[in-house]
């Protein structure tokens, strides 16, 4: 019989040993690997918010900075009766505040544009009447007569509370009249895309000189702090602030989602604790191997017999039944075997998905309707002796062909996928002239970095395909920059974005039959080709809205040589 004691050959000393050894520090490790994945986890998390805040403001931006340009040309067209003291015509009037709504209207910023004729004593109001009721808009005029107008300023939109509401006032006094445009805040932070992502109502906005507190669909003059000691968190708070230095605004998102954050170091301690009290149980496991191994080693050598038999069944074969007598190492052991045995069945299953993705590949590869159109193009252009457009196409024809014969199953640098994009698109200038243009930005040091083939042209593709608009020049943006051990790509259009049954379908990352009964499978591949190659950690995102084009971001790991997974 062979028993087991204090002698440190036997395999109980030496398991206490090796828990002494690698299992504490392991602990420890784990703890410290743990902390770096909270920071890095708050700040990507920060870093992914902030540039969708920029996203929402910066159209904002730009419609009021282009309706201030409006502005000042319309008071330089009507400088000469806006300083008439007397003398005034109702009819200019009517006239003057249609022009000034028509600006507000034609950005799309809902708002208020106001007129206030000094020698009729008259105040004269336009606005979006799906946005505000006539009863609104009859108690703004009454309390803008009782409050006084704002006197113009010189220093370009500032903050303005009116009636529990926020606004952004641009304002201009002269002699014969008070006018104005008033952007309404609180509408517009209603509506905030981000905002909505990250479940808050509540924001802070100031122009320089005051704070205003928005929840909802009101809002309050901030005087408790200055901007600074407000972002500064002594509450406790997070923010998310986009500065606006054109605008001269600037806007702080309460962030209830990253507060929460704070919570993750409660959970750290109690993993400290967890490793102390793992070194506290360490003299307690070694008796665990006190048991017979007999037993242990025969399941262990008839599952080896079965297994090595290499038929579907035995692949699915796994040690079941297993004693609660049985000794730690063994019971890890059977452990381990049924893991190394679901991971062949997991490779075989991956095998089969490689080669079910490469059938799908080659469809998109192998575009029919891309070679006939092209061959009746070519035939087009040749009945009009256009002899130098054939040569230049055919060339095109030929980098795109040369590249998609290539083998399915390997990675392909950036700049091999940008080439063969331009080649496509070259092609499809050459079909659609004049219909859109295509803007590349692509950092120099993601040229060699490896991706899925046809990745980006699969996007840029549907571009082409189902974005552009008859009569309008559709805008194609393709941006690619490395961040830390990330590849960022980014395809956007300004085309008639994708319809809502169809962005159903894609955001459930299923492949779309239409009504034709075709099935489209491109963006459902390039996902399964980002879940294979990058073990899960890659994400396409795409965001869509009909009439304003389509966005397409996607993030895989960087790496510049092709990976390959052990057998």
Known sequence: MIRFGWNKKTLTARFV???CVTFLPLGILTFVAACLV??????????????????????????????????????????????????????????????????????????????????????????????????E????????????????????????????????????????????????????????????ELGTQECYLTDGEKIMHLIADTANRYRDSSWEELLGGRDGRQFLVWDGPELGCSVALVVPTLTS???????????????????????????????????????????????????ASSERYRITGIDEDISWDFRQMFENFNEMAGEVEEGRRREQQVHDMTLDNLKLRMNPHMLMNSLN??????QIEDYHSIQEFSL???????????ETNDLVTVKEEMDFVKSYLNIQKIR???????????????????????????????????ALIPGKITEILINIRRQDQWLFISITDTGRGIPADVMTHIQGKRSYVDAMGREH?????????????????????????????????????????????DA
């Open 521 to 565: 499978i491109g963006i459902a591949n390039c996902r399964k080709w980002i879940e294979y190659y990058y073990e899960g950690k890659g994400n396409i995102r795409i965001t869509s809205k009909p009439g304003a084009g389509t966005q397409v971001w996607i993030e895989v790991p960087f790496f510049t040589e092709e990976r390959r997974e």
């Open 17 to 19: 040993r090796v828990l």
């Open 137 to 196: 808009m009859e108690n703004f005029r009454n309390k803008l007569l009782s409050r006084g107008f704002p006197e113009g300023t010189t220093r370009g939109w500032q903050l303005y509370d009116f009636d529990g509401k926020c606004f952004l006032l641009r304002s201009y006094s002269y002699a014969g009249y008070h006018i104005g445009l008033m952007v309404d805040m609180n509408s517009f932070m209603e509506g905030l895309q981000t905002a909505e």
């Open 261 to 311: 954050l704070q919570n993750v170091w409660g959970y750290l301690g109690f993993l400290l604790l967890t490793v102390l009290l793992e070194i506290l149980f360490i003299f307690i496991f070694w008796q665990m191997v006190k048991k017979w191994v007999v037993t242990p080693i025969h399941t262990m050598n008839e599952a080896l017999d079965v297994f090595g038999q290499k038929s």
């Open 432 to 466: 659609f002239p004049d219909r859109f243009n295509c803007v590349y930005t692509m950092a120099e040091e993601t040229e060699n970095a490896k991706i899925p083939p046809l990745l980006i042209e699969n996007f840029v593709e549907n571009a082409v395909k189902y």
């Open 38 to 135: 909270v920071w890095f986890s708050s700040n990507q998390i920060s870093a992914s918010y902030e540039h969708s805040l920029e996203g929402d403001m910066i159209p904002l931006q730009e419609n009021i900075l282009e309706t201030e340009e409006e502005l000042d040309d319309f008071v330089l067209d009507h400088l000469a009766e806006l300083a008439m003291e007397r003398g005034h015509d109702e009819a200019l009037n009517y006239e003057m505040i249609e022009e000034l709504g028509s600006m507000q209207k034609n950005r799309q910023v809902e708002g208020v544009a106001y007129l206030y004729d000094r020698s009729l004593a008259s105040i004269y109001v336009k606005y979006n009447y799906d946005s505000y009721t006539f009863g």
């Open 396 to 406: 095109c024809m030929t980098d795109y062909f040369r590249y998609v014969l290539k």
């Open 377 to 382: 193009l070519i035939y087009s252009m040749a």
